[in-house]
Protein backbone atom coordinates (compact mmCIF):
# COMPACT_ATOMS: atom_id res chain seq x y z
CA UNK A 1 0.00 0.00 0.00
CA UNK A 2 2.66 2.08 0.88
CA UNK A 3 6.23 1.57 -1.73
CA UNK A 4 9.63 3.41 -0.93
CA UNK A 5 12.52 2.41 -4.04
CA UNK A 6 15.70 4.16 -3.09
CA UNK A 7 13.63 7.28 -1.47
CA UNK A 8 15.92 10.33 -0.64
CA UNK A 9 15.33 13.94 0.96
CA UNK A 10 17.27 16.51 1.71
CA UNK A 11 17.14 19.84 3.47
CA UNK A 12 18.79 22.78 3.84
CA UNK A 13 21.44 21.67 1.70
CA UNK A 14 21.99 18.88 3.51
CA UNK A 15 20.93 14.87 2.68
CA UNK A 16 18.16 13.81 5.76
CA UNK A 17 17.48 10.09 4.61
CA UNK A 18 19.21 8.58 1.71
CA UNK A 19 18.64 5.27 -0.12
CA UNK A 20 15.28 4.37 1.30
CA UNK A 21 13.50 1.34 -0.08
CA UNK A 22 10.43 -0.19 2.05
CA UNK A 23 7.12 -1.70 1.74
CA UNK A 24 4.29 -1.37 4.13
CA UNK A 25 1.70 -4.48 2.90
CA UNK A 26 -2.13 -4.63 4.65
CA UNK A 27 -2.35 -6.07 7.62
CA UNK A 28 1.70 -5.45 8.40
CA UNK A 29 3.27 -3.87 11.60
CA UNK A 30 5.97 -2.02 11.93
CA UNK A 31 7.98 -0.36 14.22
CA UNK A 32 10.21 2.91 13.50
CA UNK A 33 13.30 3.59 15.66
CA UNK A 34 16.25 5.98 15.82
CA UNK A 35 18.11 8.92 17.36
CA UNK A 36 16.36 12.03 17.69
CA UNK A 37 16.86 13.90 14.72
CA UNK A 38 17.27 10.53 12.68
CA UNK A 39 14.59 11.70 10.09
CA UNK A 40 11.63 9.44 11.96
CA UNK A 41 9.50 12.25 11.13
CA UNK A 42 10.45 12.76 8.06
CA UNK A 43 10.02 9.42 6.87
CA UNK A 44 6.57 9.28 8.01
CA UNK A 45 5.81 12.31 6.57
CA UNK A 46 6.74 11.08 3.13
CA UNK A 47 4.60 7.84 3.57
CA UNK A 48 1.25 10.24 3.57
CA UNK A 49 2.46 12.64 1.08
CA UNK A 50 3.40 15.85 3.65
CA UNK A 51 6.51 15.95 1.67
CA UNK A 52 8.31 14.94 -1.61
CA UNK A 53 11.09 12.51 -1.99
CA UNK A 54 14.45 14.62 -3.78
CA UNK A 55 15.12 11.23 -5.02
CA UNK A 56 13.55 8.00 -5.71
CA UNK A 57 9.81 7.09 -5.65
CA UNK A 58 7.06 6.80 -3.26
CA UNK A 59 3.67 4.97 -4.33
CA UNK A 60 0.69 4.99 -2.39
CA UNK A 61 -1.69 2.43 -3.25
CA UNK A 62 0.87 2.09 -6.61
CA UNK A 63 0.77 5.63 -7.72
CA UNK A 64 3.24 7.29 -7.38
CA UNK A 65 3.58 10.63 -5.51
CA UNK A 66 5.10 12.78 -7.86
CA UNK A 67 2.70 12.35 -10.85
CA UNK A 68 -0.72 12.49 -9.06
CA UNK A 69 -0.60 16.06 -7.77
CA UNK A 70 -2.07 17.69 -5.16
CA UNK A 71 -5.79 16.69 -5.65
CA UNK A 72 -4.51 12.97 -6.10
CA UNK A 73 -2.53 12.66 -2.87
CA UNK A 74 -5.45 13.88 -0.99
CA UNK A 75 -7.21 11.31 -1.95
CA UNK A 76 -4.68 8.63 -1.25
CA UNK A 77 -4.43 10.40 2.20
CA UNK A 78 -8.32 9.71 3.04
CA UNK A 79 -7.06 5.82 3.35
CA UNK A 80 -4.24 6.65 5.83
CA UNK A 81 -4.53 7.97 9.64
CA UNK A 82 -1.90 9.89 10.73
CA UNK A 83 -1.33 10.47 15.11
CA UNK A 84 0.63 13.13 14.92
CA UNK A 85 3.70 13.89 17.72
CA UNK A 86 2.16 17.00 18.82
CA UNK A 87 -1.47 16.64 18.39
CA UNK A 88 -3.62 19.55 17.85
CA UNK A 89 -7.11 20.38 18.33
CA UNK A 90 -9.72 23.24 17.34
CA UNK A 91 -10.00 24.52 21.59
CA UNK A 92 -13.46 26.25 20.48
CA UNK A 93 -14.97 22.72 19.46
CA UNK A 94 -16.31 19.62 21.50
CA UNK A 95 -13.81 16.22 21.64
CA UNK A 96 -16.34 14.64 19.15
CA UNK A 97 -16.67 17.48 17.12
CA UNK A 98 -12.56 17.69 16.72
CA UNK A 99 -12.58 13.55 15.79
CA UNK A 100 -15.35 13.93 13.26
CA UNK A 101 -13.57 16.99 11.37
CA UNK A 102 -12.15 14.62 8.55
CA UNK A 103 -15.60 14.01 7.88
CA UNK A 104 -16.21 17.79 7.39
CA UNK A 105 -13.00 18.23 5.42
CA UNK A 106 -14.07 15.34 3.12
CA UNK A 107 -17.36 17.08 2.26
CA UNK A 108 -18.96 13.50 4.32
CA UNK A 109 -21.28 14.87 6.73
CA UNK A 110 -21.01 13.74 10.10
CA UNK A 111 -24.37 13.80 11.19
CA UNK A 112 -24.96 10.17 8.83
CA UNK A 113 -22.16 8.85 10.69
CA UNK A 114 -23.18 9.48 14.37
CA UNK A 115 -23.96 6.10 15.70
CA UNK A 116 -19.91 5.06 14.13
CA UNK A 117 -18.97 8.48 16.17
CA UNK A 118 -20.26 6.98 19.23
CA UNK A 119 -19.10 3.48 18.83
CA UNK A 120 -15.51 4.92 17.99
CA UNK A 121 -15.66 7.02 20.83
CA UNK A 122 -16.55 3.86 23.40
CA UNK A 123 -13.68 2.05 21.56
CA UNK A 124 -11.18 4.54 22.59
CA UNK A 125 -12.96 5.70 25.92
CA UNK A 126 -14.12 8.95 25.56
CA UNK A 127 -17.83 8.52 25.91
CA UNK A 128 -17.84 10.33 28.93
CA UNK A 129 -15.48 12.94 27.61
CA UNK A 130 -17.32 13.79 24.24
CA UNK A 131 -18.36 17.07 25.09
CA UNK A 132 -15.14 18.32 27.14
CA UNK A 133 -13.13 20.84 25.07
CA UNK A 134 -9.73 19.96 24.32
CA UNK A 135 -7.97 22.35 26.69
CA UNK A 136 -9.87 20.03 29.36
CA UNK A 137 -8.38 16.77 28.93
CA UNK A 138 -5.60 15.24 30.27
CA UNK A 139 -2.35 13.83 27.53
CA UNK A 140 -3.62 10.34 27.67
CA UNK A 141 -7.17 11.72 26.51
CA UNK A 142 -5.83 13.93 23.76
CA UNK A 143 -3.57 11.18 22.49
CA UNK A 144 -6.80 8.56 22.15
CA UNK A 145 -8.69 11.48 20.83
CA UNK A 146 -6.05 11.66 18.21
CA UNK A 147 -6.27 8.31 17.37
CA UNK A 148 -9.91 8.51 17.29
CA UNK A 149 -9.51 11.08 14.65
CA UNK A 150 -7.33 8.94 12.43
CA UNK A 151 -9.20 6.07 12.36
CA UNK A 152 -12.88 8.23 11.21
CA UNK A 153 -12.41 7.83 7.58
CA UNK A 154 -11.58 4.09 8.71
CA UNK A 155 -8.04 4.51 6.73
CA UNK A 156 -6.17 1.25 5.34
CA UNK A 157 -3.01 2.63 6.89
CA UNK A 158 -2.26 4.09 10.77
CA UNK A 159 0.90 5.86 10.69
CA UNK A 160 1.98 7.01 14.51
CA UNK A 161 4.69 9.25 15.67
CA UNK A 162 5.79 9.13 18.90
CA UNK A 163 2.10 8.19 19.95
CA UNK A 164 2.90 7.11 23.79
CA UNK A 165 5.86 9.84 24.11
CA UNK A 166 3.76 12.68 26.48
CA UNK A 167 1.79 9.70 28.57
CA UNK A 168 2.61 7.12 31.38
CA UNK A 169 3.85 3.58 31.08
CA UNK A 170 0.31 2.71 32.06
CA UNK A 171 -1.80 4.94 29.13
CA UNK A 172 1.28 3.63 26.53
CA UNK A 173 0.25 0.41 27.09
CA UNK A 174 -3.10 1.01 26.52
CA UNK A 175 -2.56 2.69 23.08
CA UNK A 176 -0.82 0.12 22.16
CA UNK A 177 -3.34 -2.06 22.87
CA UNK A 178 -5.65 -0.04 20.44
CA UNK A 179 -3.44 0.11 17.71
CA UNK A 180 -3.00 -4.01 17.99
CA UNK A 181 -6.69 -4.09 17.60
CA UNK A 182 -6.63 -2.32 14.18
CA UNK A 183 -3.79 -4.41 12.97
CA UNK A 184 -5.94 -6.91 13.59
CA UNK A 185 -8.82 -5.69 11.39
CA UNK A 186 -6.19 -5.76 8.53
CA UNK A 187 -4.46 -2.04 8.74
CA UNK A 188 -1.13 -1.70 8.41
CA UNK A 189 -0.13 0.16 11.42
CA UNK A 190 3.68 2.10 11.58
CA UNK A 191 4.70 3.35 15.22
CA UNK A 192 7.65 5.92 15.19
CA UNK A 193 9.32 5.53 18.75
CA UNK A 194 12.54 5.69 20.76
CA UNK A 195 11.17 4.03 23.52
CA UNK A 196 12.03 0.55 23.56
CA UNK A 197 10.06 -1.05 26.64
CA UNK A 198 6.96 -0.17 24.66
CA UNK A 199 8.65 -2.59 21.46
CA UNK A 200 9.28 -5.23 24.27
CA UNK A 201 5.89 -5.18 24.94
CA UNK A 202 4.14 -6.05 22.29
CA UNK A 203 6.02 -9.10 21.14
CA UNK A 204 3.66 -11.27 23.03
CA UNK A 205 0.72 -9.89 21.25
CA UNK A 206 1.91 -9.08 17.37
CA UNK A 207 4.58 -9.85 15.14
CA UNK A 208 6.19 -6.51 14.02
CA UNK A 209 9.03 -5.71 12.32
CA UNK A 210 11.84 -3.18 14.27
CA UNK A 211 13.52 -0.70 11.74
CA UNK A 212 16.00 1.65 12.69
CA UNK A 213 17.12 4.93 11.01
CA UNK A 214 20.97 5.20 11.33
CA UNK A 215 23.52 7.33 9.12
CA UNK A 216 20.38 8.39 7.05
CA UNK A 217 19.49 4.97 5.87
CA UNK A 218 16.89 2.51 7.07
CA UNK A 219 18.04 -1.24 8.31
CA UNK A 220 16.05 -3.58 9.81
CA UNK A 221 17.08 -3.92 13.70
CA UNK A 222 15.29 -7.05 14.31
CA UNK A 223 13.29 -9.65 12.40
CA UNK A 224 9.51 -10.56 13.67
CA UNK A 225 9.37 -10.09 17.37
Not at 21 to 39: A, E, I, M, N, R
Not at 79 to 97: M, S, T
Not at 211 to 222: V, Y
Amino acid sequence: MIEFDKVAYSYGGGELLSDISLVLPPGSFHFLTGPSGSGKTTLMKLCYGALMPTAGHVRLFDRDVTQIGRDGVALARRRIGVVHQDCRFLDHLPVAENVALPLAVSGDEAGTHQGDLAELMTWVGLTDRAHALPPELSGGERQRAALARAVIMSPDVILADEPTGNVDWEMSQRLLRLLIELNRMGKAVMIATHDLSLIRAAKAHVQARVLRISNRRLISAGADL
